[in-house]
């Protein structure tokens, strides 16, 4: 059973059942439009689920049908979707094929909001992208190019709807969201705390839901700026209201990617048992979703570096004590033979225990043993 209940899951099904009944009689009626509109809602619901190459089958059905049968307008949905879905399987290539296609449609169309969100869809595409390479400086470019337009087309879109500028507010935080994420990624961690304290800040000034889905992606990414930044509490305070938010709207992803985060911020400050049982939590909430293989194996490596940190640490706290003793006996052999001998071992063990802390990022410990 799926976290959040068993009423969730019920609703889900019914949901589904109706919407391919819905289709099967589009189907039955050679209503074009409609088995197209019903083929979408399937594949959103299966995306929802996290059940992502099951969501494609449905999209390619509508996608498909909309090209045969129906008006250039319609593609717009179509495009739209396909491209999230490839983005969220990893692939990348058909990803921005449908989002760029996207973007031309609304374009042809001079629909500003179509626009801005596909934008936005290929900001995050190839934000993505570089979250996986080395040093890819052309999703560099692209993500930031893609990000920056999104956020002018808000704006434009906001100054000309003043009266219904409430419509696109999460549209505004998510601009600041996605460029804080972009310049966390480039290392600029004060102008990415800038920007995503600006996306918390419209959210408390335009009274933002404290469970809406946008500030848990600002509480987020803000989690990992001030873990970069060491700001530990700091950094465990956003993302446990990541986590919070997560858990209260049902976005069972975004909860396990949270404790992920959680866990990683355990790691940093050697507290490994804290770490491997937020990674344990983020497993039992992954499984309840299909398609997500990379996420699963990220977590199991996780879980293998922590337990290998963690010997490492015991390790590290036996050969201080080791080092302890032999600081006394080198003491005690001053202006002796062996006095030689004993500072030998003392430089080695203590290069060793450097060694050791460098590898499981205790710097504090690497100062202290520094300073000997």
Request: net charge negative; glycine share 4%.
């Amino acid at each position: 059973m799926a976290r959040g209940g068993g009423g969730r899951v019920r609703e889900e099904e019914e949901e589904l059942k109706g919407a391919k009944r819905g289709y099967r009689e589009a189907l039955s009626e050679g209503n074009r439009e409609e088995e197209a509109r019903w083929a979408n809602v399937i594949g959103d619901i299966h995306k929802r689920r996290g059940e992502y190459v099951e969501a494609l089958r449905w999209l390619r059905i509508d996608y498909e049908v909309t090209v045969k049968h129906l008006p250039q307008r319609h593609l717009i949905e179509s495009c739209q979707s396909l491209g999230e879905v490839y983005l969220r399987l990893g692939r990348f290539s058909e990803a921005l094929t449908y989002q760029k296609k996207h973007l031309q449609l609304a374009k042809d169309s001079k629909n500003l909001v179509e626009q801005q969100r596909a934008s936005t869809q290929l900001g995050r595409t190839y934000h993505e992208i570089l979250l996986r390479s080395e040093n890819d400086h052309s999703a560099m470019l692209n993500a930031k190019k893609y990000f920056e337009s999104a956020m002018e087309l808000v704006k434009i879109i906001r100054k000309n709807a003043s009266s219904e500028k409430s419509s696109y507010l999460k549209e505004l935080i998510d601009a600041y969201n996605n460029l804080g994420m972009l310049e966390l990624e480039l290392e600029n961690f004060e102008e990415a705390e800038k920007l995503l304290l600006e996306g918390l800040r419209i959210c408390d000034e335009e009274e933002v839901n404290q469970y809406d889905d946008a500030r848990t992606r600002l509480h987020h990414n803000l989690g990992n700026v001030y873990t970069e930044l060491r700001r530990w509490k700091t950094a465990e305070d956003h993302i446990e209201k990541d986590i919070k938010i997560c858990r209260q709207i049902r976005h069972l992803q975004g909860e396990a990617k949270g404790f992920i985060n959680l866990g990683e911020l355990h790691s940093q400050v050697q507290k490994y048992e804290q770490a491997e049982l937020c990674y344990n939590k983020a497993l039992r909430i992954i499984k309840d979703l299909e398609d997500e293989d990379a996420l699963v194996d990220q977590i199991h490596q996780n879980i293998e570096t922590v337990t290998k940190a963690a010997e490492v640490l015991e390790e590290l706290k036996q050969d201080e004590q080791k080092l302890k003793k032999l600081v006394r006996d080198t003491s005690r052999a001053r202006e002796t033979s062996n006095e030689r001998k004993l500072l030998l071992e003392q430089h080695a063990l203590l290069d060793d225990l450097i060694e050791k802390a460098r590898m499981i990022s205790a710097w504090q410990k690497v100062s202290e043993l520094n300073s000997i």
